[in-house]
């Protein structure tokens, strides 16, 4: 496989300094990063830096290509993709509505490869709706996003505009080199996430915290690397990731039956909360408040699908992997729940407080039958990145 090449525009902004690390990223990956830096985005990150860590010259004055040739053509095709991080308000403008002032919206005009946007502006301006039109637009054109998060920024203000973490951006970018094979291509890869719901009435249900991002960080990544993947999700708010195949189920036995019909896997990856118990029947009508008091709802006991995956059978998957969500004697619970289940590792993290489930970073151990790692915290697409490695250091 030739080396993949991106084209990197680095936009006018603070979070301008992450290009550095994305670009950090890439290099590791063997892929060739070109860029172009914007005049305020040299305003937050030097020439210098972009060179020594793309290992490339830093373009940015289009007047200083070699026009006679067409130099602005043969940069815009020079890649395999264009990725503009960050994506500020004004090159959004620009690239919606068809201007070429300098470089980089020149270039962004000129091409015709694909393009993957990563925005960061003030929340104010993500929300105007003249940046919605942009956005709306460029999506039309074919343009993908990654981002933008909700978080604090630099601006002492709150919500959605944040620039997406180096690792979902490098996550996007692999996804989407055309030519990108990675060590699980041909291996096919079951990932279960976020809760079930177990419904009582029509109205209420027994369920979790789980807001699946662990589980579809996990889905991107092995995807990244190549697999096939079939990813079976309980209710979540969460995009599907680029490549990836999805079922939507409800409950536990749904969650059972869709991961015995995805069925032969390479490897199963259980992160899903799956209720242990459930309504023995659920209320046909909403249930009222009475004078009787509350009513009695029998518990019955849910299937253990990862036990189930991890039966032993000309069915099983090569590696069976599940998640402890533990409150309390994480190492010890973690190391009972890998015996019990009959699974290959378990990674178990502690949720006590509700630090972890919906959190965007997690911390935790990672068990085998031949020992423990501790990974320190980190963003949950890396911990995804790192198991997706060793998942691959097994199925190659």
Request: contains cysteine.
């Amino acid at each position: 496989m030739s080396q993949a090449r991106v084209l990197l525009i680095v936009g006018g902004g603070i979070a301008a300094y992450k290009a550095l690390e994305l670009t950090r990223l890439l290099r590791a990956a063997d892929v060739a990063v070109r860029p172009i830096l914007t005049a305020a985005g040299a305003q937050f990150v030097t020439p210098l830096s972009l060179a020594a860590l793309s290992q490339d010259e830093v373009r940015g004055d289009l007047f200083a290509l070699d026009e006679s040739k067409m130099g602005h053509i043969e940069l815009s095709r020079s890649a395999d993709l264009i990725v503009v991080v960050p994506a500020t308000a004004d090159l959004m403008a620009k690239a919606a509505h068809g201007l070429a002032d300098d470089l980089a919206s020149t270039t962004l005009l000129a091409t015709d490869k694909a393009v993957l946007m990563a925005p960061a502006m003030n929340v104010r301006m993500w929300g105007h709706p003249a940046t919605r039109r942009n956005l709306a637009t460029l999506r039309a054109d074919g343009v993908v996003f990654v981002g933008p998060d909700e978080g604090a920024m630099a601006c002492d203000e709150f919500g959605p505009g944040r620039l997406a973490s180096p690792e979902a951006i490098f996550d996007a970018v692999m996804a989407m080199l055309p030519s990108h094979a990675g060590p699980l291509a041909g291996r096919h890869v079951l990932v279960t996430a976020g809760p079930t719901a177990e419904p009582i009435d029509p109205v209420r249900m027994l369920t979790n915290r789980s807001s699946g991002k662990q589980g579809f960080a996990i889905a991107a990544a092995v995807a990244d690397l190549g697999a096939r993947v079939t990813l079976i999700s309980g209710p979540v708010a969460l995009p599907t990731p680029r490549g990836v195949g999805r079922v939507d189920v409800e409950t536990a036995i749904q969650m059972q039956a869709a991961c015995a019909a995805a069925l032969p896997a390479d490897a199963a990856v259980c992160v899903a909360a799956v209720s242990d118990w459930r309504p023995g029947a659920a209320f046909k009508v909403k249930l009222k408040k009475g004078h009787a008091g509350p009513p009695v709802v029998t518990l019955v006991e849910n299937p253990d699908i990862l036990a189930g995956l991890a039966a032993t059978g000309p069915r099983r998957p090569k590696l069976v992997v599940g998640f402890a969500a533990e409150t309390n004697d994480l190492e010890t619970n973690a190391r009972a729940k890998l015996s019990r289940k009959g699974c290959d590792w378990i990674i178990a993290n502690d949720v006590g407080g509700g630090a972890v489930m919906g959190a965007n970073e997690n911390e935790v151990l990672f068990i085998t039958r031949e020992g423990l790692e501790r990974w320190a915290k980190s963003s949950k697409t890396e911990i995804a990145r790192r198991i997706a490695q060793k998942i691959a250091q097994v199925l190659t």
